[in-house]
Structure formats: C-alpha cells, structure tokens
C-alpha cells in the first residue's frame, strides 16, 4: 500500500502538481489521480519508478512511501 499522503506532499515539496507530474512521468492525469484515490494500489512498478526518478527521491522516502 502507498502511502498517498506522504506521495503528495513530496509532489508538492518538489514544485510539481499531480497533473505536471503525470504528465512528466506519461500517464493521463485522470489516471494517475484514480490511482492516487484507489490508496495507490494500481501503480505500477514503472510508473513508481518513474515516479521516484522525477521526484528525485533517495533509497529511503521510496520505500518509505511506496511500501508503507
């Protein structure tokens, strides 16, 4: 489970929106925002890799995001 919370204030902490980053990372804004909704449950592991890579994030807030 992703802890959708903390995703979202990195998106923020980054200067990003969600719908820059979806874009930024090639899914549709809906999409990514269904995914967000759904307590991130459907993301893939390329699209949280591209996730982690466009926001930057070190070894630690991945994990502690995306295997919450």
């Not at 999409?31 to 967000?36: D, E, M, P, S, V």
């Not at 890579?53 to 502690?64: D, F, I, P, Q, T």
Request: aromatic letters at 10%.
């Amino acid at each position: 489970m992703v802890n959708v919370s903390k995703l979202k204030g990195k998106i923020v902490e980054s200067g990003y929106s969600i719908a820059e980053l979806s874009y930024k990372i090639g899914i549709d804004k809906a999409t990514f925002y269904r995914k967000l909704n759904s307590n991130g449950e459907n993301f893939s592991v390329r699209e949280a890799n591209a996730i982690v890579k466009e926001l930057k994030m070190n070894g630690e807030e991945a994990v502690s995001i995306f295997f919450a």
